[in-house]
């Protein structure tokens, strides 16, 4: 059964900060998804990376996929508070044809 | 560009009924994904519909199901509600689907609760 972590599951953080968010997989996969939610709200999709190696960024969000370590890290550069947010990453099981979802890291970003 | 589409917003239901949930997608999108979401159990992947045809599955009962229509609005049905089952839906459209770099577009949710 695939199981996907991610740490931490609530981060503080001040403006102008960078900080890294991890999410780990326990089987083999090669697609991994971010989300962002912000509250009451619905899911926006940030970024889908395919393939080991896979680099994506927008804005202050920069993501990366590392298949072999089963890791992909989503990292905030210059914190703003927009940025305040609950992220979501989702693993699509090779094989299982299921996506499964981290229990999302809920980032406040204080001015 | 119109949105995607879910209705009805909020529905409230007793134990024991059935419940169908609707979602229109983007123009020209042929996947819709479902997923429900939990206080408890988070988010969890319902199932995934491409060209009228079921593509992925998540681990839900039977009483879950779902269908896509040739214009590419989907619906789910819940049969037999019980408690649990209260949550948000949410559902998402794209072009090609879950698995290829292709973004998802998410409806604001079906908000339900089940008495």
Redesign the interface.
Same mark, same amino acid.
């Given at each position: 059964e695939l199981k996907v972590e991610q740490n931490p599951l609530f981060l503080s953080m001040q403006e102008g900060k960078n900080y890294t968010i991890y999410c780990n997989y326990s089987t083999t996969s090669d697609?991994l998804?971010w989300y962002r939610q912000d509250p009451g709200?619905?899911?926006?999709?940030l970024f889908?990376l395919?393939s080991n190696g896979a680099v994506k960024q927008e804005g202050r969000l920069m993501a990366s996929l590392d298949t072999k370590a089963r890791l992909s890290t989503l990292h905030i550069t210059a914190a703003v508070h927009d940025l305040s947010a609950t992220y979501?990453c989702?693993v699509?099981g090779a094989g299982s044809?299921?996506?499964?979802?981290g229990?999302?890291t809920k980032l406040s970003v204080i001015p | 560009k119109a949105g995607v589409t879910q209705t009805p917003r909020y529905l409230i239901k007793t134990r024991g009924q059935q419940v169908t949930l609707s979602c229109s997608p983007i123009s020209g999108h042929r996947s819709v994904?479902w997923?429900q979401q939990t206080p408890g159990q988070? &988010?969890?992947?319902l199932f995934e519909y491409f060209s009228e045809t079921q593509?992925?599955?998540?681990?839900f009962p039977g009483r879950f199901s779902g269908r896509q229509f040739s214009n590419s609005r989907s619906e789910m049905n819940v049969s037999t509600l019980e408690l649990g089952d209260s949550a948000l839906y949410?559902c998402?459209s794209s072009l090609l689907g &879950?698995?290829?770099?292709?973004?998802?577009?998410?409806?604001?949710?079906t908000r339900l609760t089940v008495l």
């Open positions: 697609r998804y709200k619905s899911l926006e999709s889908v395919l979501f989702a699509f044809y299921q996506l499964t979802f229990k999302g | 994904s997923y988070g &988010l969890q992947f593509r992925n599955k998540g681990n949410l998402a &879950l698995g290829v770099t292709d973004t998802q577009y998410f409806g604001p949710g």
